[in-house]
């Protein structure tokens, strides 16, 4: 989100909040976040994309709402306008195309309203067949999850990105020899995608409330969460949009606060430190020990206020929409050890990483006959590289998992280890809160640099060997 | 107090009301001077060795900003207190000067002080770089004007024709950034620019205030947040691998800026601001050095020697200048061909490392003639 959009939202949370009693807040959101799908998608090399994929996020989360709806649920009056508000949406924004003074929305003229009309039918009839054929089934709800993680894994893999780039050029006619990894540039998606992902597990799980599909799109593409998080969960979100909101100096002084510091965090000291953080190109021509920490230790503020200015901007955005999102960092810098760490980092990805991945697979591995500590060193090892796998399916983000994956393992057989020999844990709280945010910056050097060589030449510059 | 109770459009009223009185208050008393003299470099950071110029800031550590304040702060020259063992020598000019396409070891300044040189008196001759790739020699005595406060021992002001002409005095971007400054210059030294010009228009209120200053207080903070990557890497400006060399080839034109041969009216030189720079001196001497061009062999190179200038008005320049420096005592050197044809790069004035070496020999020579300085 750039600086104006985030004014934009606030401003529309400020007036907006003045006129609850004219207007439902409920269909407010769920306009507002379904035309915050288009307005924030950028540009596409390709064809009619930048509109095309915010259609399809629309589509997806109506799809898998009709997926998740019990058997025996009957659409109602409300679901029936919501899809229609959809789809109206949908082919508004593609008629902007022909009135000059509102056009446009999106971030090029959209595409002719006979390709949006096809889209959309496409949409449709698709939702249309899932709510009849498989709403509330586990093969559909199963096969609707590795759809997801299918396309998830094609967008975050560089060659299988460039592959589906190739199939979308010779679609749309253009040259497919000009595809690259970054053609599907499509906004949100790892967020959304959890947040489906999310809500067919539990629904498999029967643990999924009843939504209704206005709140249901809401809750995939709520806008002030669309592009960084957090990854809210549904049963925290849809009651939030049940209970009564108004505006009031309260909400507006702790909105407006998130959102003070979470503009300095991103636009002041991230961007700030940005200006001389490690990068691939710095990272070649720095030779001096010291000024390489300086780079390094930059990088890993960088990021941290980075994400975490965006998560004061979403929550404070949310706040003014009378939507408290969950919050995402809790001074991880501070933390006195990697699990600590982890524990206050990325906090939701981590919580949904531990409910449907961790959890599941360590009670599995239990079953069996394996020591614990392999069962612990499996389960985090794992856990971790997919995490960083989730970044891009790239060696660079699997190692900074794996780095993580090994520091947790290794603090957790400390534990062992010192439960029985105190001295080993006298070790004081400033020490290791040092060592672990040493170990953590270390780890943002596979992060920040794709190249092996650069990483490895980046790692001996800071331990003075062979610089 | 009860937050309940806030109204909005009081708090709106309120906050507005805040921001435009902390803009008047920013606008008159106009802290841009003091702020720009806040600086990590020489403290935290390395002075640079050249002012601050870069048109690919992300690229070369380095950026284009205004505030000359913000400018010599961020340069070597402010953080080296003046020891009675140094001889400061500053060296004005243009692109060629501060060193387009050239690491800083590869500058005149650079190859000046690798040679070591002493002063007749035996102090060490230090060499400052203060081009700024700018051509206009206004620009220059501007510069210089900030410049003196630092005390000089000597001034070597290299200079070309493209320099000269009054209609490119105030174009560049700088001076029009510090037209306070080229204001109170006119005055000071009877300089023949109109300072009711179009082009020199009156600072407004606006533009003193929070917002209009926006522009310069972002540039003041990339220029600290650029000083650590120019710390940590060495760099300042970004040399492509490829460079695409100055024309050989040249169009059959003898126009230059609208004159034609055979004559090159004195009118139409700013020599007046020459004058300045040596009147602004005082007691410190000012070599004035016409600095190398490129003289072209290929097509029409008997109309041009070339894309800067038509040979007629370069022999010109070069005649007229021979005689108002000897008319007027200014010391003068003439070293227009103090480089080889194959050293120029991607103009007629930009050297490369081994041209800018060829161009501070004859320098060197100078100054050991006329200053008696020993290797």
């Given at each position: 989100?750039?600086?104006?959009?985030?004014?934009?939202?606030?401003?529309?949370?400020?007036?907006?909040?003045?006129?609850?009693?004219?207007?439902?807040?409920?269909?407010?959101?769920?306009?507002?976040?379904?035309?915050?799908?288009?307005?924030?998608?950028?540009?596409?090399?390709?064809?009619?994309?930048?509109?095309?994929?915010?259609?399809?996020?629309?589509?997806?989360?109506?799809?898998?709402?009709?997926?998740?709806?019990?058997?025996?649920?009957?659409?109602?009056?409300?679901?029936?306008?919501?899809?229609?508000?959809?789809?109206?949406?949908?082919?508004?924004?593609?008629?902007?195309?022909?009135?000059?003074?509102?056009?446009?929305?999106?971030?090029?003229?959209?595409?002719?309203?006979?390709?949006?009309?096809?889209?959309?039918?496409?949409?449709?009839?698709?939702?249309?067949?899932?709510?009849?054929?498989?709403?509330?089934?586990?093969?559909?709800?199963?096969?609707?999850?590795?759809?997801?993680?299918?396309?998830?894994?094609?967008?975050?893999?560089?060659?299988?990105?460039?592959?589906?780039?190739?199939?979308?050029?010779?679609?749309?006619?253009?040259?497919?020899?000009?595809?690259?990894?970054?053609?599907?540039?499509?906004?949100?998606?790892?967020?959304?995608?959890?947040?489906?992902?999310?809500?067919?597990?539990?629904?498999?799980?029967?643990?999924?409330?009843?939504?209704?599909?206005?709140?249901?799109?809401?809750y995939i593409v709520f806008f002030p969460a669309l592009t960084a998080?957090?990854?809210?969960?549904?049963?925290?979100?849809?009651?939030?949009?049940?209970?009564?909101?108004?505006?009031?100096?309260?909400?507006?002084?702790?909105?407006?606060?998130?959102?003070?510091?979470?503009l300095f965090m991103k636009f002041v000291l991230a961007d700030g430190?940005?200006?001389?953080?490690?990068?691939?190109?710095?990272?070649?021509?720095?030779?001096?020990?010291?000024?390489?920490?300086?780079?390094?230790?930059?990088?890993?503020?960088?990021?941290?206020?980075?994400?975490?200015?965006?998560?004061?901007?979403?929550?404070?955005?949310?706040?003014?929409?009378?939507?408290?999102?969950?919050?995402?960092?809790?001074?991880?810098?501070?933390?006195?050890?990697?699990?600590?760490?982890?524990?206050?980092?990325?906090?939701?990805?981590?919580?949904?990483?531990?409910?449907?991945?961790?959890?599941?697979?360590?009670?599995?591995?239990?079953?069996?006959?394996?020591?614990?500590?392999?069962?612990?060193?499996?389960?985090?090892?794992?856990?971790?590289?997919?995490?960083?796998?989730?970044?891009?399916?790239?060696?660079?983000?699997?190692?900074?998992?794996?780095?993580?994956?090994?520091?947790?393992?290794?603090?957790?057989?400390?534990?062992?280890?010192?439960?029985?020999?105190?001295?080993?844990?006298?070790?004081?709280?400033?020490?290791?809160?040092?060592?672990?945010?040493?170990?953590?910056?270390?780890?943002?050097?596979?992060?920040?640099?794709?190249?092996?060589?650069?990483?490895?030449?980046?790692?001996?510059?800071?331990?003075?060997?062979?610089? | 107090?009860?937050?309940?109770?806030?109204?909005?459009?009081?708090?709106?009223?309120?906050?507005?009301?805040?921001?435009?009185?902390?803009?008047?208050?920013?606008?008159?008393?106009?802290?841009?001077?003091?702020?720009?003299?806040?600086?990590?470099?020489?403290?935290?950071?390395?002075?640079?060795?050249?002012?601050?110029?870069?048109?690919?800031?992300?690229?070369?550590?380095?950026?284009?900003?205004?505030?000359?304040?913000?400018?010599?702060?961020?340069?070597?020259?402010?953080?080296?207190?003046?020891?009675?063992?140094?001889?400061?020598?500053?060296?004005?000019?243009?692109?060629?000067?501060?060193?387009?396409?050239?690491?800083?070891?590869?500058?005149?300044?650079?190859?000046?002080?690798?040679?070591?040189?002493?002063?007749?008196?035996?102090?060490?001759?230090?060499?400052?770089?203060?081009?700024?790739?700018?051509?206009?020699?206004?620009?220059?005595?501007?510069?210089?004007?900030?410049?003196?406060?630092?005390?000089?021992?000597?001034?070597?002001?290299?200079?070309?024709?493209?320099?000269?002409?009054?209609?490119?005095?105030?174009?560049?971007?700088?001076?029009?950034?510090?037209?306070?400054?080229?204001?109170?210059?006119?005055?000071?030294?009877?300089?023949?620019?109109?300072?009711?010009?179009?082009?020199?228009?009156?600072?407004?209120?606006?533009?003193?205030?929070?917002?209009?200053?926006?522009?310069?207080?972002?540039?003041?903070?990339?220029?600290?947040?650029?000083?650590?990557?120019?710390?940590?890497?060495?760099?300042?400006?970004?040399?492509?691998?490829?460079?695409?060399?100055?024309?050989?080839?040249?169009?059959?034109?003898?126009?230059?800026?609208?004159?034609?041969?055979?004559?090159?009216?004195?009118?139409?030189?700013?020599?007046?601001?020459?004058?300045?720079?040596?009147?602004?001196?005082?007691?410190?001497?000012?070599?004035?050095?016409?600095?190398?061009?490129?003289?072209?062999?290929?097509?029409?190179?008997?109309?041009?020697?070339?894309?800067?200038?038509?040979?007629?008005?370069?022999?010109?320049?070069?005649?007229?200048?021979?005689?108002?420096?000897?008319?007027?005592?200014?010391?003068?050197?003439?070293?227009?061909?103090?480089?080889?044809?194959?050293?120029?790069?991607?103009?007629?004035?930009?050297?490369?490392?081994?041209?800018?070496?060829?161009?501070?020999?004859?320098?060197?020579?100078?100054?050991?003639?006329?200053?008696?300085?020993?290797?």
């Amino acid at each position: 989100m750039s600086l104006t959009q985030i004014f934009i939202f606030a401003a529309l949370g400020l007036l907006a909040g003045r006129f609850y009693k004219v207007f439902s807040r409920n269909w407010l959101l769920f306009v507002a976040s379904a035309l915050a799908v288009f307005w924030l998608q950028p540009a596409s090399p390709v064809r009619n994309l930048f509109f095309i994929l915010p259609a399809v996020s629309l589509g997806l989360a109506a799809v898998v709402w009709a997926l998740t709806v019990p058997a025996d649920y009957a659409l109602n009056k409300q679901d029936a306008s919501a899809a229609g508000s959809l789809a109206g949406l949908v082919l508004l924004l593609s008629a902007s195309r022909y009135f000059d003074p509102v056009c446009c929305l999106t971030a090029s003229r959209p595409p002719q309203m006979e390709i949006t009309l096809l889209v959309v039918a496409v949409l449709a009839v698709f939702g249309f067949l899932v709510y009849r054929l498989g709403r509330g089934r586990a093969a559909f709800l199963n096969f609707g999850i590795l759809l997801i993680i299918a396309i998830l894994i094609v967008l975050k893999s560089p060659s299988l990105a460039e592959w589906a780039g190739r199939g979308i050029r010779g679609l749309s006619g253009q040259d497919a020899s000009l595809a690259s990894s970054i053609d599907i540039g499509w906004l949100g998606f790892s967020y959304i995608a959890f947040r489906l992902i999310h809500v067919l597990r539990d629904r498999l799980a029967g643990r999924l409330p009843q939504v209704s599909l206005r709140d249901f799109v809401t809750y995939i593409v709520f806008f002030p969460a669309l592009t960084a998080g957090p990854i809210e969960r549904i049963e925290r979100f849809a009651p939030q949009l049940q209970s009564e909101f108004h505006l009031d100096g309260n909400r507006l002084l702790g909105a407006g606060r998130r959102l003070v510091v979470g503009l300095f965090m991103k636009f002041v000291l991230a961007d700030g430190l940005a200006f001389f953080a490690l990068n691939p190109t710095n990272a070649q021509q720095v030779d001096s020990t010291g000024w390489m920490w300086v780079l390094l230790v930059a990088y890993a503020f960088r990021i941290f206020f980075d994400f975490a200015g965006y998560t004061h901007i979403a929550i404070g955005l949310g706040l003014l929409f009378g939507i408290l999102l969950p919050e995402n960092f809790d001074r991880p810098y501070t933390k006195p050890n990697i699990t600590a760490f982890w524990n206050s980092w990325h906090i939701t990805l981590a919580q949904w990483f531990r409910s449907y991945y961790f959890n599941p697979l360590t009670r599995g591995l239990r079953t069996g006959n394996m020591p614990p500590w392999l069962i612990v060193m499996l389960a985090q090892l794992s856990t971790m590289a997919l995490i960083g796998l989730w970044h891009g399916i790239t060696w660079n983000f699997l190692v900074w998992g794996l780095w993580h994956g090994v520091g947790l393992f290794v603090h957790n057989q400390w534990l062992q280890l010192t439960k029985s020999r105190s001295a080993f844990a006298a070790v004081p709280s400033q020490v290791s809160t040092l060592l672990t945010f040493g170990y953590v910056s270390l780890g943002w050097v596979w992060f920040a640099l794709p190249e092996p060589d650069n990483a490895m030449r980046v790692l001996r510059t800071l331990f003075g060997v062979g610089a | 107090m009860n937050s309940d109770k806030i109204s909005l459009p009081r708090l709106l009223l309120k906050s507005f009301a805040l921001f435009a009185a902390l803009n008047l208050l920013f606008a008159f008393v106009n802290p841009m001077p003091a702020i720009g003299k806040v600086s990590l470099y020489n403290w935290l950071l390395p002075g640079r060795e050249r002012l601050p110029y870069g048109d690919d800031p992300a690229r070369s550590y380095n950026l284009n900003l205004y505030s000359l304040e913000a400018m010599f702060a961020s340069h070597q020259l402010v953080g080296a207190p003046k020891s009675a063992e140094e001889f400061r020598v500053f060296v004005m000019g243009d692109s060629s000067v501060w060193g387009f396409l050239l690491e800083n070891e590869d500058t005149l300044t650079g190859a000046l002080n690798q040679t070591g040189l002493q002063s007749a008196d035996g102090r060490e001759v230090v060499f400052y770089n203060l081009g700024h790739p700018t051509i206009s020699l206004t620009k220059d005595l501007m510069i210089l004007d900030y410049a003196m406060q630092y005390e000089p021992d000597l001034i070597i002001w290299p200079v070309t024709l493209e320099s000269f002409p009054f209609n490119k005095q105030t174009s560049s971007p700088i001076v029009q950034n510090n037209l306070d400054r080229i204001r109170n210059l006119i005055p000071r030294f009877n300089l023949a620019i109109d300072a009711s010009r179009s082009d020199l228009p009156e600072e407004n209120l606006f533009d003193r205030t929070l917002i209009g200053q926006r522009r310069n207080l972002a540039d003041i903070a990339r220029l600290q947040l650029y000083g650590f990557s120019w710390a940590a890497t060495g760099i300042d400006v970004f040399i492509p691998e490829e460079i695409e060399l100055r024309a050989t080839d040249l169009e059959a034109n003898e126009d230059y800026y609208g004159l034609l041969p055979p004559e090159l009216p004195q009118n139409f030189l700013a020599l007046d601001v020459l004058q300045a720079g040596i009147d602004m001196a005082g007691e410190t001497p000012v070599l004035i050095v016409n600095e190398p061009i490129f003289v072209s062999d290929g097509a029409n190179s008997a109309v041009r020697y070339n894309s800067f200038y038509p040979r007629w008005v370069y022999d010109a320049y070069r005649a007229l200048m021979q005689n108002e420096s000897s008319a007027r005592g200014w010391p003068y050197v003439d070293l227009w061909q103090a480089a080889v044809n194959t050293e120029f790069t991607n103009t007629p004035i930009h050297l490369t490392p081994q041209g800018t070496l060829e161009f501070a020999e004859a320098i060197i020579t100078e100054l050991a003639n006329r200053f008696d300085f020993q290797p």
